[in-house]
DNA sequence: GGAATCCTTTACCATTTGGTAAGTGACCAC
DNA sequence: GTGGTCACTTACCAAATGGTAAAGGATTCC
């Protein structure tokens, strides 16, 4: 409920709702709603990067690798939606909540830009940003997933079959970014 | 401030004091908090419509008027970031308003589709769903300038270098999707 | 059986929120 | 100058919201 409707849009009153309990029994469990909240952020965070790590564990660095990576944020984002809208959300809540979510998934995101860096230095990848392969991969797989406006709009649902339509989309991207065969993009 | 903070963390005294008036002045010129959630969003597809219409106008179809839209909907979205949070925050919304909104985008995304499936007809563009080019850029484009924790994650900021970097990879994965010389991404 | 702990509930409460009603001053027509 | 409209304010209000306090019920331990 916090990310689809937000945090400040979802009272305790319609959690506890939701979860069949009175208000006083989620307040029983956490401490304030804030607290829920962070405990949530706390988990959303973790379980994301969970997620990319096991994900990067399979193959060694490569192209291999990022294919892995990216279809398990993909598959990720599919199946779990309101891990995006958490993400999402956390840019509106206070700057603790920005940092401490932040320090979960800096690590991760470190990794995978040293990872693209030195994958450009060994000439596996063709150079360019790591920054913009990384921000413009995470536009792409969270956008997809977090704005179902924009997928009626073109006339599409999120089906298994864009699923995979939207997935290889978001592969080839990355293959025409990082494939040193391809001419530079730059016109 | 319904976009930076959303439409439910958004109370009307807030709003009031930004303005330096009462909550009461902001009732006489709109019926009510949704009224004027109303007027905003139509204001702002208004806006966003008439941005697009304009850029399109420029150019005959083809790749000129392909990257002229692409440069003034990513102007645009830099801009006035505030008009992209708009548009994701109607996704929380009653469907009255994602109806709204929808039938004064519709057309323009309509024409936008047409334009890019004729292309493909007469060779101009290559051939590909044109509903995943759409969506793929209205997700590079929003995605980059509505989540400033992603940037920050991978240590940028929202300066002009870093647009100048952004617009052109917005740019790039339009022309390596849509150039013919291009081999087909499907692997 | 009784005590204690755990979980949940019913009662409340202060504050906030969207909204109504009734004024008040400025400006304008005549 | 006087009546009327406009823009805005003060004065309220009912409902919702986050949160506290206290009171059951289970379950477990002895």
């Known amino acids: 409920m916090f990310a689809e409707r937000g945090v400040a849009g979802t009272s305790l009153d319609d959690l506890a709702a ?18 829920l909240l962070v405990e949530v952020l706390g988990l959303a965070a973790a ?25 398990a944020a993909f598959a990720l984002a599919v199946r779990r939606p309101d891990l995006v809208g958490l993400l999402r959300e956390v840019s509106r809540l206070d700057q603790a909540h920005v940092t401490s979510v932040l320090a979960v998934l800096q690590p991760v995101v470190d990794d995978a830009l ?6 450009m230095d060994s000439g596996i990848f063709r150079r360019s940003d790591p920054r913009l392969i990384l921000l413009s991969t995470y536009s792409l797989v969270t956008g997809v997933v ?41 016109h």
Chains 1, 2 share one sequence.
């Open 18 to 35: 939701q979860l069949g309990v009175t208000k006083q029994t989620i307040l029983y469990h956490f401490k304030s709603k804030n607290g």
């Open 47 to 71: 379980e994301l990067v969970a997620t990319l790590e096991e994900a990067a564990a399979v193959s060694q660095p490569g192209r291999a690798q990022v294919d892995e990576i990216a279809r």
């Open 114 to 119: 040293s990872a693209l860096s030195s994958g």
């Open 146 to 186: 977090a704005d179902p406006v924009a997928l009626t709009a073109v006339g599409m649902q999120l089906d298994v079959r864009a699923a995979v339509q939207l997935r290889s989309a978001v592969l080839d991207f990355l293959h025409t970014s990082l494939d040193p065969l391809h001419e530079t993009g730059t």
